[in-house]
């Protein structure tokens, strides 16, 4: 491909298969190989308890990459994010659990079909919310998908035949890959950096085919609802077809994520998929940044890290006790910083951790100048 | 209808509680034709044009186009049948590039579904490279090479209206809806825009149904006029009939009262 370029024209194209390149400069092809080898080597380089966290960031970012495409990309705000995770959740631990166990499990222990089930369930589910995002829009729907969140908590409470029941819950879905346990610890590699390596690839996948998609005919069409659904409609784009395209690729993700999050600590109860967690996901696209891929996965990154690093922070900040029963304490601390966040980056950056990425780039692109 | 007919407006009614934005109105438009609609402000000439696209529903009357009755029908059912329009305030995706806009017109050109989008191989990517082949024909038709990967929001309005033109075009219509193509523009912009409809109407054939203020342009490019004002037909014919006709001098200028 490079064979035909004149030498010191890196940036000139020549063919449109060029011009629509994934990665279309050789800066971005060379940071993106570095950024995978670091992260690739990371269980050589970090603690065990690290690794776990970083794990499920991972998964969290799966999650996210869902929530940005259908609030971010197609512009419908779904605060129902945790509903479809925690389909993905049960579909998956009923499916790969102990048949003789306490719950329902039907001994289905593979992850290449557990873990399709869990989103195809979770789509479907989405599929069929999607009639409402074609009636409603902006906080009507908002208003409507948190309805989801509570219908879910009350049947996950309910149903303790699959799900455990409230505060005692279940097992996760079992970890295993063509008869191989896929996390066990052995003379190769522990439990947790061969979780983390395999939510890492996980996660590498699915961000892939979510920018492929982003960037087709499908995510344009997104866009477009999102910005303008008149002129959309006008120019041909369907509109309540693409926003049960948005759902249903948006629950797969949930479900697959919801599916995965739990293997990590491998216990799981119905008080999890709460508002919180729909929450928790909607300010991971909005601190990553809304509309972008790597917004989401770098939002859900510091989402989920924010806790351990108000820990951290605690060794920093003496007046702040680490006991729950002391004011102030770093629990608290965790609450307000979360909300102080969301406000910040509303305010001062609307696009996120992702544009502060680009201002960072276009000083350095412009430096010693300022623009 | 003819065959020498693409459009065929028949006593088309439309009316929001009281008011009747559209009254009765009746055109055809030919296969060469550049037919323009004009009448003073509120007369209903974007609601005729959101009555032909689909996004209002006419109580009563019936809209053919090239053998295809429109009402009922939604936007994007119009839109894949080859009628593509323009807005009045541009109604572009800001946030997208000039080429991500044009290849937005292409939708429905392009077929492929979501599997093959998130694997990105053999057909998503050849219809791909098919239609950024044929958003770049456009790019060189409308001069807007400069302009390919900025976000539209960012350009100066005579080029965003020149973008929504592209849009237009890259759809591939069999009729063009233009509602104020030059609506806001300076003489040297309105002077492009005109050229470019003129070479749409030249290079590519395309008829077009025109709404527009600037009586000059009107004048010039338009082969049949139609008038209305309160919803309702005023006259119809070539521009210098209408400019003469007493009831469009009485539509614009008022009454004549005491000689």
């Not at chain 1, 102990?98 to 499990?105: E, H, L, S, T």
């Not at chain 1, 009636?135 to 303790?160: C, D, K, M, P």
């Not at chain 2, 600037?214 to 309702?232: E, I, K, S, T």
Request: hydrophobic residues 50%.
């Amino acid at each position: 491909m490079s064979n035909s370029r004149p030498r010191g024209r890196p940036l000139l194209r020549t063919s449109y298969a060029e011009d629509l390149a994934l990665l279309d400069t050789p800066a971005k092809r060379w940071w993106t190989a570095a950024l995978l080898v670091l992260a690739l080597s990371l269980p050589f380089l970090l603690t065990d308890d690290l690794l776990q966290l970083l794990a499920v960031c991972c998964v969290a970012a799966i999650g996210a990459i869902g929530l940005g495409l259908v609030t971010g990309y197609a512009g419908q705000v779904s605060l129902g994010h945790a509903f479809f995770l925690g389909i993905g959740a049960y579909t998956a631990a009923g499916l790969s659990g102990d048949p003789d166990g306490r719950v329902i499990g039907l001994g289905v222990t593979d992850i290449a079909l557990w873990l399709p089930a869990a989103g195809l369930v979770a789509a479907l589910a989405g599929v069929l919310v999607a009639p409402l995002a074609t009636r409603l829009r902006g906080l009507y729907l908002a208003i409507v998908t948190l309805g989801l969140v509570f219908i879910g908590q009350h049947v996950f409470n309910e149903w303790s035949a699959l799900t455990g029941g409230a505060g005692v819950g279940r097992p996760a879905a079992t970890l295993e890959f063509l008869g191989r346990p896929l996390a066990v610890t052995d003379a190769v590699a522990t439990r947790d950096q061969k979780l983390y390596w395999l939510m890492l690839v996980l996660l590498l996948v699915f961000a892939v085919a979510a920018r492929n998609l982003a960037r087709s005919r499908i995510g344009r069409a997104f866009t477009a609802i999102r910005d303008r659904d008149i002129a959309a409609g006008v120019i041909g784009v369907n509109l309540p077809r693409y926003k049960t395209v948005a759902f249903a690729v948006s629950s797969f993700y949930a479900g697959c994520a919801g599916a995965l999050l739990y293997t990590v600590t491998g216990f799981f109860d119905p008080g999890s998929f709460s508002l919180l967690l729909s929450v928790q996901y909607i300010a991971m696209v909005l601190i990553g940044g809304a509309g972008t891929i790597s917004g989401a996965i770098a939002g859900a990154f510091f989402i989920t890290l924010l806790p351990r690093l108000t820990r951290e922070l605690q060794a920093w900040v003496p007046f702040v006790s680490t006991q729950p029963n002391e004011v102030p304490n770093v629990f608290q601390v965790e609450t307000i910083l979360y909300g102080v966040l969301i406000i910040v980056f509303l305010i001062f950056e609307p696009r996120g951790l992702f544009g502060l990425w680009i201002r960072a780039r276009n000083y350095w692109k412009a430096w010693p100048f300022s623009y | 209808m003819t065959d020498q007919e693409i459009l065929r407006f028949s006593n088309v009614r439309l009316s929001f509680a009281g008011v009747r934005a559209v009254d009765g109105v009746s055109f055809t438009v030919g296969r060469q034709e550049l037919f323009a609609i004009i009448g003073p402000n509120g007369a209903g000439k974007t609601s005729i044009f959101n009555v032909l696209s689909g996004v209002y529903r006419p109580q009563s009357g019936r809209v053919v186009f090239d053998g295809v009755d429109l009402v009922g029908r939604r936007p994007h059912e119009i839109a894949a049948l080859g009628l593509a329009r323009t807005f009045q305030n541009v109604e572009l995706f800001a946030n997208l590039t000039v080429l991500e806009n044009l290849l937005l017109g292409r939708h429905h050109h392009i077929r492929y579904g979501p599997l093959a989008a998130v694997l990105w191989r053999g057909r998503a990517r050849r219809e791909e490279l098919a239609a950024r082949a044929a958003v770049e024909e456009i790019v060189e038709f409308l001069e807007l090479e400069q302009w390919r990967r900025m976000p539209v929001g960012l350009l100066p309005y005579g080029v965003q209206k020149r973008v929504e033109l592209g849009r237009a075009l890259a759809m591939e219509p069999k009729l063009l809806l233009l509602d104020e193509p030059v609506g806001g523009m300076n003489l040297e912009e309105t002077e492009d825009m005109a050229r470019y409809i003129l070479d749409v109407r030249e290079e590519l054939g395309v008829p077009m149904v025109l709404v527009e203020h600037d009586m000059g342009l009107v004048m010039d490019l338009a082969d049949r006029v139609l008038v209305v004002d309160f919803g309702q037909p005023v006259a119809t014919g070539t521009p210098a009939e209408v400019q003469t006709h007493p009831d469009v001098v009485r539509a614009y200028l008022g009454e004549v009262t005491a000689a």
